[in-house]
């Protein structure tokens, strides 16, 4: 711990002000919640491994979509499940900036994957016969890794700048767990820079992803627009939809938690919001794709009957 970080050692997770009956329920509540947000993602996991016609780049994008939703909420909810049953929510310095770290890193992460599995719906729709070509298990290797990368490193970066922050006290993170906005509240005034720069690549992102997504799907909806069938439009528009679903609820709550401009009730509200991207979001994606794709259906048709087979 450098010099500047001496003066405080730990911090305290305000989290949620409730009477003790309440967060017993939560407790509850959130543990089923996280248990099945983790065997949701393991069942889809599970059944692109096994799948053989699930070997295919939208469902190896799918795959670490998966696996970085198990990751986010793995970073998130156990510490918050903890203070929910212990009166004493400190959380130290070092644990902090730790999931601080892995939170951005897994949040910049799926920005990323969503935005390849974007540009590979865009091929598929508008480059049907070179899908193949352009999409080889290479270039998705390629892909994969590059979102797995960026995310982390833009993460470093923004480990780097607080630990170089001055926190003078006070220790109270009015949140469920460190979050990067919350943590920098608490550093002296005179580091404005180093939170300027933090919270505008916290932005860029957010905006920079979404654009182009925006540029991919304007591609993907002029394309479907020249198809001439009514079953045309309806089989190009199902291979997009759970991507679109899932697009809708990550980045809608992301821009309104850092970018819509603060107010009174913004606090709660971002507690509220980040308790849904950390529980129900890995939560819902896989449902999304489970219940709206007809070929996870059939995988998942599949394996049960050679369940029953055994």
């Known amino acids: 711990m450098g010099v500047n970080q001496s003066w405080v050692t730990e911090f305290i997770l305000v989290g949620f002000q409730l009477s003790v009956e309440m967060e017993v329920l939560l407790f509850w509540i959130f543990s089923l919640l996280y248990i099945f947000s983790l065997l949701a993602n393991g069942m889809i996991l599970g059944l692109i491994c096994l799948d053989h016609s699930l070997h295919t780049p939208m469902y190896f994008f799918l795959s670490h979509l998966a696996i970085i939703d198990m990751s986010y909420a793995s970073n998130n909810v156990p510490k918050m499940l903890a203070n ?33 599995m974007s540009y590979d719906r865009y091929v598929a729709i508008c480059h049907p016969l070179q899908y193949t070509v352009i999409m080889s298990w290479r270039v998705c290797t390629i892909l994969a890794v590059m979102s797995w990368s960026c995310g982390f490193a833009l993460s470093l970066v923004h480990a780097i700048l607080l630990l170089r922050l001055p926190f003078c006290g006070p220790r109270d993170v009015n949140h469920l767990f460190c979050e990067i906005l919350s943590i920098l509240k608490l550093a002296c005034a005179d580091t404005w820079v180093n939170q300027v720069v933090i ?101 998942l048709h599949r394996a049960l009957q050679r369940t029953r087979s055994m």
Request: net charge positive.
């Open 84 to 116: 929910l049953m212990n009166k004493k929510r400190t959380i130290s310095f070092v644990p902090c900036i730790m999931q601080t770290y892995l939170y951005y890193a897994f949040a910049a992460a799926e920005c990323l994957i969503l935005v390849v």
């Open 199 to 299: 919270f505008a690549t916290c932005v860029f992102v957010l905006v920079g992803p979404l654009c182009l997504m925006l540029v991919s799907y304007m591609h993907i909806f002029w394309a479907i627009l020249k198809i001439q069938t009514k079953e045309g439009h309806i089989k190009a528009f199902s291979t997009c939809s759970s991507h679109l679903c899932v697009v809708g609820l990550f980045f809608g709550i992301a821009m309104v938690v850092y970018i819509v401009p603060d107010s009174n009730q913004r606090e709660e509200q971002e507690k509220m919001l980040s308790l849904f991207h950390s529980v129900f979001n890995p939560m819902l994606n896989p449902l999304i794709y489970s219940l709206r794709n007809a070929q996870v259906k059939g995988a």
